[in-house]
């Protein structure tokens, strides 16, 4: 059971009436040789470690490393939690929990990196407000994991999760694609829809730069992983209503990996240029090295 592109995996699933977190399931037992169960424990370990780090974050006064960032996740969740969001309960969450898995990462915290540190909030924040929502078992988003890892899996080997090599839009669009996929199957959508909302996560932020002040994954990082949340249930919501995604999800990944190697080099990770080379990025920048 293995597949290299959208296309195979929606044959599969269609062939074999299974839905996209079962042929994952199903790859990782043939390809690492491992019982079912042990695959689907080593899942909820990972699921348990995202949401203890958003735990941590809401409970825990956390520092990153270079100081940029800290806090952010409580200020949020205890606004909603007043009645007084701008965005709805869910979204609210999905953005106070994405950002304090930034906040544990970056101060050297443990995190899931799904698909990286740098995009380490995305998953969380959307599973965890989505589970609470609908009374969700651990069980049940556990295995909504395997679905979110057979999109990073087809980006990763179609394309890349880089940020260095293909920019912001390669990381926190590759979660959100991941998160959104995921989120169409918890709905009940099938293996097509979750690709059509996943292929429209990544065109959201198709050409997003990676920019990081210092050279470090905090800002503009964390409020990435709150827009790429944000993006992940914006995705869902559009192709659960039954709208269709226009460019297959195998084209938008390779658009996505053409567009990522013809960034400049300046907005790859080398904080050489976007928003690390304001003069307030750069000021920031020289403090921290002081
Ligand atoms: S800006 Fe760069 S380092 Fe930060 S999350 Fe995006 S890709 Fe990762």
Redesign the pocket.
């Known amino acids: 059971m293995d597949f290299i592109s959208a296309v195979e995996l929606i044959d599969k699933c269609s062939q074999e009436n299974i839905t996209i977190s079962e042929a994952m399931i199903r790859r990782e037992v043939t390809l690492f040789h491992i019982d079912r169960d042990s695959a689907i424990e080593r899942m909820a370990h990972s699921y348990d470690i995202m949401k203890r780090a958003v735990e941590r974050a809401l409970s825990e006064e956390l520092l990153s490393m270079g100081g940029l960032i800290g806090g952010e996740s409580k200020k949020i969740f205890d606004r909603n939690s007043k009645g007084k969001s701008v965005c709805g309960d869910i979204l609210s969450k999905a953005i106070s929990y994405a950002v304090g898995v930034l906040e544990v990462s970056s101060s050297m915290g443990l995190i899931v990196a799904a698909p990286?540190?740098?995009?380490s909030g995305v998953i969380p924040g959307v599973f965890l407000a989505i589970q609470e929502a609908f009374e969700l078992s651990d069980e049940t988003m556990t295995l909504a994991l395997f679905n979110a890892g057979a999109i990073g899996y087809l980006i990763t080997t179609n394309a890349t999760v880089s940020?260095?090599e293909a920019?912001?839009q390669?990381?926190?669009g590759a979660a959100s694609a991941m998160a959104a996929s995921a989120v169409c199957e918890l709905m009940g959508g099938t293996a097509e829809q979750c690709l059509d909302a996943a292929s429209t996560a990544l065109t959201n932020v198709l050409g997003?730069?990676?920019?990081?002040i210092a050279g470090l994954?905090e800002a503009?990082?964390q409020k990435?992983?709150a827009m790429g949340a944000s993006n992940a249930l914006i995705s869902a919501e559009i192709t659960l209503g039954g709208v269709r995604h226009i460019i297959p999800f195998d084209e938008t990944v390779e658009a996505m990996y053409r567009v990522g190697k013809s960034m400049p080099v300046e907005l790859r990770?080398t904080a050489m240029g976007g928003i690390a080379t304001t003069p307030t990025g750069c000021q920031l920048c020289k403090n921290i090295l002081n």
């Open positions: 990286t540190a740098g995009s940020g260095a920019g912001c390669a990381e926190v997003l730069v990676c920019d990081p994954v503009p990082c990435r992983n990770e």
